[in-house]
């Protein structure tokens, strides 16, 4: 007769699957940090955008700190940082669906974005990858269309009565940083006068 192994507490399983929960968001966050620097500098440095020091969370809570999840250290990074908050989402499921059908964790979670954008002055951009799948981005569309090519070569979406552009991370990467960040200026000035 083999022995009986005993049943693991549950309390255990629920903090290690927060634990890795966490550290799986923490570790995207410095991922896409690294790209945004990339993309910013045209490939100079990978060091100009961060991970806000609790990612977000002190500016929801109490309204001090740096807004979103990712913020600049960096010059370079600034004139970007200073039109938008930028959050990152890594999910099991992001239910994407339900996010068109203004449903869900994650329509909600970017409704609050507009919301904190609202208050600073900013534009939301929203960077969402499910497991197994490649990231997406989602911000105002008017700086995206004003750049883009007449025929890109990648695909993209606009939600919500055309307000907002939604690709996958890389296809937006294609795009230049210095003519999005102009106009995103020339739709805050529009937004905000």
């Not at 945004?36 to 806000?52: M, N, P, Y």
């Not at 609050?112 to 929203?126: A, G, N, S, V, Y």
Request: glycine share 6%; aromatic share 14%.
């Amino acid at each position: 007769m083999s022995p009986q192994v005993p049943p693991v507490p549950e309390k255990k399983v629920v903090e290690k699957s927060r634990f890795n929960s966490k550290e799986k968001g923490s570790e995207y966050e410095r991922e896409m940090g690294k790209a945004l620097s990339l993309w910013l500098t045209k490939g100079l440095k990978e060091d100009c955008v961060t991970r806000t020091e609790g990612s977000g969370a002190r500016f929801t809570n109490v309204g001090k700190g740096a807004p979103g999840d990712l913020t600049c250290c960096h010059p370079l990074s600034y004139p970007f940082f200073e039109k938008f908050i930028i959050e990152c989402k890594f999910w099991r499921d992001i239910e994407m669906l339900e996010f068109i059908l203004k449903k869900g964790d994650l329509y909600w979670y970017f409704v609050e974005l507009i919301k904190q954008c609202d208050k600073c002055e900013r534009l939301p951009f929203m960077i969402v990858r499910q497991n197994y799948r490649p990231s997406l981005i989602i911000c105002p569309s008017r700086p995206v269309l004003a750049i883009m090519p007449v025929n890109p070569n990648f695909n993209y979406h606009l939600l919500f009565a055309e307000r907002y552009y939604m690709s996958t991370f890389d296809d937006f990467l294609k795009l230049d940083p210095d003519g999005f960040v102009a106009e995103a200026r020339v739709n805050l000035e529009g937004k905000f006068q």
